[in-house]
């Protein structure tokens, strides 16, 4: 919303500066987004005479102008506007003057051999309008050597400021300055409207046919003819006051609506009565009609726009746009005037399903004054009898205006209750009333009622929000919240909530860095990692790419780690820590912890160096990093699962599921399956890992924070070593078990100190070898003892795995 | 000169020139081993008389002492010589460049950094972590929350809807995080104080706005809770936010649905070549909107608005990090480059706390 400070000026008697009343209006809640004042930048640029122009010696399209500036000596100045002669007057600006439309500064030049002490200017230069085809030509009488901008009346501020939706009484001139008066920056001084008295009946009937249901569409429509006008250009003020806030003069009769629109928030719409057939009548549109409106586009119609039609069929989008046919031109000799109120929401549903955004949407759809329906019309006809002559007709009102607001039952004492300051009733009472409430009553409670132009005021809240912000935000005065009980706080995060944060603090401990990634991915992405269902696939994506609900964060790691390898960083390992949504219920949010590597991005160096380059990555780096993300978060693995063969992302044998039995998985880890890497447009070395955080078990509540007694024995431990030979299918991890269960007291720790496949080692058989520790407890163990537990071992290595001992 | 002295010269002399412990063992053996020279006159001893045995002993048991002591000063020396030369001989080049641990590469996306360092400061102020889910019903994303059916101010939000399931319910991704408020309204009684970080859409896409992107939401309910303790809390998070020891803001009467009265608010800043900077200058940019929260979405959540009270503020968690640490744009967040996350991004052990500061 835009205004000039003498516009506002009708309104508000005041002395204060522009300055000042940008700052009110922002702590009224009116934020200023822009204070614009030309006569600033304007400021070098005077009025002067050119005493003679003479064609220049050696160009045929210059002329050089001796020019009066009104301070001392004449100066001449090389000018190339076809419009320069002697006698005229026009806009001197001297060298050092920063010219807006050019972007240069000026300086003293000498053109094709003459010398030229400045620029006389066209408007486009002072980016004041369009015209650059010649200089600025000023009347005779413009006076030599005052400022340009004042003189042409560029020197009033414009002031735009941002309306919420909530304050639609603030989208007109008067409204601004009733807000400004109450805030003490004046006197409120808009005049009263005096109704027009018509002189005959209106020749036109209006009527507005709606179902019962829909009549809220249309509350009231008022109708006036004026005829035997003049409608040519409107006078300069008018014009002027149009053409600072960036509307463009049209006609008199249309800038007296956008005036109407700008300066009351009343959006008004004229017909050429000429163009109108019978009476018009208002109703909803019937599925296909059209209609070509003023912005010159033709919009088709459907049962959700409402519209005023005669007998030639549509006329006019109500409160939206008019239509061309009926539009008032330089020939228009009658005019129609309507002054209607149309239903917000419809207004606001018409508008967008249209796509028409104007002036009058804007304002239909966030609420007009319905009280100023009539005295609309009549201010509107008394400018149009004043400014285009003719006679106005009697007003034609169909349907009702609403009945007035209900008054809040309201306590002073809630203008403490919430915002904790304490003012006087008479303050407040001031406030309010100098807003356009009616205060009734006395004592602590009082009975208020908004004015017809504050729809939005509907509670005690709002009458706080008013009295505020009248009295200044700033005298809320801060005050400690004190704390709930006790001093030290207690621990708020849960268990989720820690895991989420350590997880991530532990994998970027292990050299990996984390990216935050969309939430939503294409739809072929989803599919291949389980999603894509049809309840988690946006219907309104902002992109195709990003359509569908991530069942799982590798798709978008994946295409990170693509995008820095084509940048150059294929040696990358990210992870991310996660939402992912396997349904559209809350409880189909999970946190996903997942991380990949790629390349040779290993946890203890990448790439190439003088001590060995780094071995390209394999699923156990990602399997490190889950048993490492598991340990860090003090999930106890005593009984995790580790099940070879993965997800459908993984490469089937170098892969596994992670879980505390079968209904406990908790994620996976794995080389990424070609066939995903090549749907993705990806390629490897590319391992994985994904952990469901919330699928963790919980650690088990302990009544106290002391650990369980340390018991170190004083024997030293015996270490034997086995290898065995086995066929390359028998995990080694099941023979670990298998070692340890041997003797589960004395057996401390089984290690797989080497593996091997090759020569010596007959084809599909492979050499494990075990270390096993033996802690004495009691005694130091004979060696009779010691052997009878490696005879164990090796007895059940060869029953269970058809272990031999290799020789 | 004695026999005896005679053997002392010689052998001291060996000792004194034996080249390496080798040598120095040669003579040993030679002088004191089971052959020895001097074991030899030591075992002259036994057949001695009683006087003889007094004269001559000090004297061989003297020399085999001599030898001893310097058989061992030899030894040593020969030791020290034989290490220098060693460590002479052992040099590496430290100047080789070693590995880049995974401490040093690994990091910590800035969205992540700047909750952990938002929900230290909360933290000591009491408030809890509410979490809610991302898709949303219509009913907790905007009726509950004072946005009427239908009503403009839901245009502004530029939803992200799913199709309608069988029921005709519509679902949508949350475009703000209040309807976390909503569930928290509903699931506890007051005294209620939480904030509620997370990701939000909003089908917009430009220099300044992604599709996602994350906001946190403050809430105090209780009887007393009013704008006063609101700005309270809004100045010492900014400051502790911001590590400065003053903040100039600036409340403006604003508009959102579920907050009556509503105020956005404004920090003082500078702006010097880019760079912004709080608690100097005399810019002002706004960073949060906040309010009373409405009394139809306390009654909406079951709430007496004439017993209960309360205050919700909301800020974008990229937008605060944006300002506090300089990233120019807020696409890239999302964009995963790792020369961005490696440059904007925290080392892994950064942990933001009140005691040792947010920020190192």
Aim: aromatic share 6%.
């Amino acid at each position: 919303m835009k205004f000039t400070l003498s516009w506002l000026k009708e309104h508000l008697d005041t002395t204060a500066t522009v300055d000042a009343i940008a700052e009110a209006l922002t702590r009224v809640g009116l934020e200023v987004e822009a204070v614009e004042n030309k006569a600033k930048a304007l400021q070098a640029f005077t009025i002067a005479s050119v005493i003679e122009a003479r064609q220049h010696p050696n160009a045929d399209r210059l002329r050089v102008c001796l020019v009066d500036t009104g301070a001392g000596e004449p100066v001449q100045v090389v000018c190339g506007a076809p419009n320069a002669r002697t006698g005229m007057k026009s806009v001197f600006s001297p060298p050092g003057t920063y010219i807006p439309g050019k972007d240069i500064t000026l300086g003293k030049g000498v053109i094709r051999g003459v010398e030229s002490n400045g620029m006389l200017c066209s408007a486009a230069e002072l980016q004041i309008s369009e015209d650059h085809d010649g200089i600025i030509d000023l009347p005779e009488d413009a006076p030599v050597g005052q400022p340009y901008a004042a003189y042409a009346g560029l020197d009033d501020a414009v002031i735009e400021i941002a309306v919420t939706p909530n304050r639609a009484d603030a989208l007109g001139v008067a409204g601004v300055a009733r807000d400004l008066a109450a805030a003490g920056l004046g006197r409120l001084k808009t005049p009263a409207v005096a109704p027009v008295a018509g002189s005959f009946p209106c020749p036109v009937g209006v009527s507005l046919d709606f179902a019962e249901q829909d009549r809220h569409l249309c509350p009231a429509f008022a109708l006036r003819l004026v005829r035997g006008v003049r409608n040519g250009p409107s006078p300069d003020w008018l014009q002027a006051r149009l053409r600072a806030i960036g509307l463009r003069p049209i006609n008199a009769l249309v800038d007296i609506t956008n005036l109407m629109t700008f300066d009351r928030n009343r959006p008004l719409h004229v017909f050429d009565a000429a163009k109108v057939r019978g009476d018009l009548v208002v109703r909803r549109a019937q599925p296909g009609e059209e209609i070509l409106a003023l912005d010159g586009k033709t919009y088709r119609l459907g049962e959700e726009q409402v519209v005023i039609a005669d007998a030639h069929g549509v006329e006019s989008l109500a409160g939206i746009m008019g239509g061309e046919a009926s539009g008032c031109d330089e020939g228009t000799v009658d005019v129609l005037v309507e002054s209607a109120l149309w239903d917000p929401l419809n207004i606001a549903r018409s508008g967008r399903m249209l796509g028409i955004n104007s002036d009058a949407r804007y304002r239909f759809e966030r609420g007009v004054d319905p009280a100023f329906c009539q005295p609309g019309l009549d201010l509107a006809t008394a400018m149009i009898l004043e400014l285009c002559g003719g006679e106005a007709s009697e007003m034609v009102f169909a349907g009702a205006l609403p009945a007035a607001a209900e008054p809040i039952d309201f306590p002073w004492s809630e203008v403490k209750r919430l915002t904790g300051l304490e003012l006087s009733q008479a303050e407040m009472e001031q406030a309010l009333t100098a807003l356009g409430f009616t205060v009734a009553g006395q004592g602590e409670r009082v009975r208020v009622t908004p004015p017809s132009w504050r729809a939005d005021v509907g509670g005690k809240a709002d009458l706080v929000e008013e009295i505020l912000r009248i009295a200044g935000l700033d005298r809320v005065a801060s005050t400690p919240l004190p704390r709930i009980k006790g001093e030290v706080i207690k621990p708020v995060l849960t268990v989720l909530q820690k895991r989420t944060r350590l997880a991530k603090r532990l994998l970027a401990s292990r050299g990996m860095v984390e990216a935050v990634t969309w939430s939503f991915i294409a739809h072929e992405a989803a599919k291949l990692f389980g999603g894509g269902s049809d309840a988690l696939a946006l219907a309104n994506p902002i992109a195709a790419d990003l359509s569908d609900m991530r069942p799982s964060l590798l798709p978008g790691l994946i295409a990170a780690a693509q995008s820095n390898a084509d940048r150059g960083h294929g040696d990358v390992a990210l992870f991310e820590v996660g939402q992912i949504f396997t349904s559209d219920q809350p409880a189909g949010q999970l946190m996903a912890a997942t991380g990949l590597r790629r390349g040779s991005a290993r946890i203890e160096g990448v790439g190439r160096h003088w001590d060995g380059a780094a071995k390209p990555v394999d699923a156990l780096d990602a399997k490190a990093d889950v048993m490492g993300l598991l340990a860090g978060l003090g999930v106890p693995v005593g009984g995790l699962q580790i099940v070879a063969g993965g997800p459908a992302w993984a490469h089937p044998g170098r892969s596994a599921t992670l879980q505390f039995g079968p209904k406990g998985v908790v994620g996976a880890f794995g080389e990424v399956h070609p066939k995903v890497l090549k749907a993705l447009d990806a390629k490897g070395p590319l391992v994985a890992f994904e952990i469901h955080l919330d699928a963790l078990p919980l650690p088990k509540a302990r009544p106290t924070k002391v650990k369980p007694k340390l018991a170190l024995s004083g024997f030293q431990p015996v270490t034997r070593d086995f290898a065995f030979i086995v066929d390359r299918a028998v995990a080694a991890g099941e023979m670990q078990k298998t070692a340890q269960n041997a003797d589960r007291a004395l057996i401390s720790d089984v290690a797989v100190f080497d593996l091997y496949e090759g020569q010596g080692v007959e084809p599909g058989r492979k050499s494990v070898a075990l270390a096993v520790t033996l802690q004495p407890v009691e005694r130091t163990l004979t060696e009779a003892e010691i052997e009878a537990v490696g005879a164990k071992i090796i007895v059940e290595m060869a029953r269970r795995y058809g272990a031999a001992l290799r020789g | 000169m004695s026999e005896i002295d005679n053997l002392g010269v010689s052998l001291l002399d060996d000792i004194a020139s034996a080249a390496d412990e080798a040598a120095l063992e040669q003579i040993r053996i030679a002088a004191l081993g089971k052959a020895g020279s001097i074991s030899a006159l030591l075992k002259t001893l036994g057949a001695m008389t009683p006087d003889e045995r007094k004269e001559k002993g000090p004297l061989i048991n003297g020399l085999r002492d001599r030898v001893q002591a310097a058989l061992l000063a030899r030894k040593e020396a020969l030791g020290e010589a034989a290490l220098e030369a060693r460590l002479a001989s052992e040099r590496i080049d430290v100047t080789l460049p070693v590995r880049e641990g995974p401490e040093a590469r690994g990091r910590i996306h800035p969205i992540s950094q700047v909750i952990d360092e938002i929900t230290a400061i909360f933290g000591d102020m009491g408030f809890a972590v509410a979490e809610g889910p991302d898709v949303e019903t219509d009913d907790l994303n905007f009726t509950r929350l004072n946005f009427p059916v239908g009503h403009p101010a839901r245009e502004m939000h530029d939803t992200f809807f799913f199709a309608p399931d069988s029921q005709g319910e519509r679902k949508l991704l949350r475009t703000h995080t209040s309807p976390v408020q909503v569930r928290t309204m509903l699931a506890q009684q007051p005294p209620i104080r939480v904030i509620c970080p997370g990701r939000t859409y909003r089908n917009d896409s430009d220099q300044t706005h992604t599709p996602m992107f994350h906001q946190v939401e403050g809430l105090v309910i209780d009887k007393s809770a009013h704008m006063g303790h609101l700005k309270w809390i809004l100045e010492e998070f900014c400051k502790s936010f911001f590590e400065i020891d003053d903040v100039k803001m600036r409340f403006r009467p604003s508009f959102f649905p579920f907050t009556e009265p509503s105020m956005e608010v404004d920090i003082q800043c500078s702006r010097k070549g880019g760079e912004i900077r709080f608690g100097e200058g005399d810019d002002w940019l706004e960073i949060l909107g906040c309010g009373m929260v409405h009394p139809n979405v306390l009654r909406n959540c079951g709430l007496d608005p004439d017993v209960y009270q309360g205050f919700a503020w909301g800020m974008g968690i990229d937008r605060i990090a944006m300002l506090k640490y300089g990233m120019p744009d807020l696409r890239p967040f999302f964009e995963a480059d790792v020369r961005w996350l490696q440059h904007y991004g925290f080392r892994p052990l950064d942990l933001p706390t009140l005691t040792g500061g947010l920020s190192s």
